[in-house]
């Protein structure tokens, strides 16, 4: 089918829960595409010529969450030029829908546009997630907000408007919960369960 709807599953977990490992190894074995959010958003603010980027720069500058509207159209754009380009047409979206706003956000821009299949909620302690991100820092991931200040900010963030999502899509049986402590691998192992399963059930 031509004009099939991508697939979408979104990927959402505290920082340092292990998003972005899991989204590499969930793509080599299951030609899923990998969408960030937040690096679209840094590619679209440094992207010359954008029509948006200077509102982006001024939203990050000042600490403040992208309107949905502008991260939903660079995600909307991602996922046209990648079926066009490569013919792939699933993709996880990681770090996004965020807070209530997304949410509202995408439903009306995108919920029409897309086949949602589930979340992959990747739950993690504090203390391991701020103890990864530390070591991330200090290996030096150039990521200026992986130090304890901060790290407890985004924390507190994600509990408060993250989780709540997360019970959102929960409720209607929508979420895929996978303890990330272990080491990479064996998440990965119950990862590929739970991926297995969406693909016996056909779901793509």
């Known amino acids: ?11 959402l977990g505290a920082p340092g829960a292990g998003k972005g490992t899991q989204c590499e190894k969930i793509v080599n074995s299951f030609g899923f595409k990998h969408l960030s959010a937040g690096d679209l958003l840094r590619e679209e603010r ?9 509102l982006i720069e001024d939203y990050i500058t000042n600490g ?19 079926k066009k380009e490569t013919g792939v047409n ?3 979206i990681d770090g996004f829908p965020r807070n209530e706003d997304n949410l509202q956000g995408w439903e009306r821009q995108m ?6 299949l589930f979340v992959l909620f990747l739950d993690c ?3 391991k997630c701020v103890e990864r991100c530390l070591k ?3 290996a030096g991931s150039g990521r200026t907000d992986d130090n ?18 997360i019970d959102h899509y929960r409720s209607m049986n929508k979420v895929r919960k996978i303890d990330t402590s272990p080491s990479a691998n064996e998440v990965f192992a119950e990862v590929e369960l739970a991926f297995k399963e969406a693909q016996a059930a056909n779901l793509f």
């Open 125 to 127: 302690s504090e203390e």
């Open 64 to 82: 403040k969450i992208v309107p949905v509207e502008i991260t939903c159209s660079l995600l909307e754009n991602a996922m046209i030029k990648s």
């Open 148 to 165: 304890l200040e901060s790290l407890k900010k985004r924390f507190n963030t994600y509990l408060n408007d993250t989780m709540p999502i």
């Open 46 to 54: 440094a992207r010359e010529g954008s029509q948006f980027g200077q």
């Open 111 to 116: 919920a029409e546009k897309v086949d949602f």
């Open 90 to 92: 699933k993709f996880l």
């Open 1 to 11: 089918m031509a004009n099939e709807k991508p697939k979408i599953i979104f990927v």
């Open 136 to 138: 991330r820092g200090q």
